[in-house]
């Protein structure tokens, strides 16, 4: 008598609409400094990838882990190109004092999401909030630095919260 044992292989495949993951960015950011901070806190708090539109990244002495070495990153030269190559099945948050914002403080995070921040002068273009599939604010009475508002975004993302 013969067995044969058969084996369906993408059952052992990685399924990433299953695992969780976030990637946090900027686009057209002002001040390298910016950058620097925001990739610290983002490999600090978990981060998959970090990734810049428009302006590009150099080394900068605030990011004292050189996140930029640690995880990967990605620059892209538009909006366009870095929409083009989100991840399948990953939702786009952008990060934006706008009415049509839901509260970060209730926010159900996506579990498979990319954050994006807008330049620290203007926010975001409307041509970004439009293609994002959520856009989050938080309370502050004045607006805050791009990455210290990058890291409350990845922070509450870190709580126990639902995930969407």
């Keep these: 008598m013969i ?6 292989t993408f059952a052992f495949m990685n399924d990433n609409f299953i695992n969780e993951y976030f990637g946090i960015g900027i686009q057209n950011g002002k001040t390298p400094e910016n950058l620097g901070v925001l990739w610290r806190s983002a490999q600090n708090l978990g981060a998959t990838f970090i990734f810049t539109i428009g302006n590009r990244y150099a080394k900068q002495a605030c ?3 050189d996140a930029v070495k640690a995880i990967p990153y990605f620059h892209y030269e538009t909006f366009e190109a870095f929409f083009e190559n989100l991840p399948k099945g990953a939702r786009l948050v952008g990060v934006e004092l706008s ?32 293609k994002c599939h959520h856009l989050v604010k938080f309370k502050s009475e004045k607006s805050l630095n791009v ?3 990058g890291t409350i975004v990845m922070y509450d993302r870190n709580l126990p919260k639902p995930r969407s």
């Design 3 to 8: 067995y044969v044992c058969t084996v369906c």
């Design 99 to 130: 009415e049509k914002a839901s509260d970060l403080e209730t926010f159900e995070h996506p579990r498979r999401c990319v954050y994006l921040l807008g330049a620290e002068d203007h926010g975001l273009p409307k041509k970004a909030m439009d």
């Design 147 to 149: 990455a210290v508002a």
């Design 63 to 65: 990011d004292t882990h």
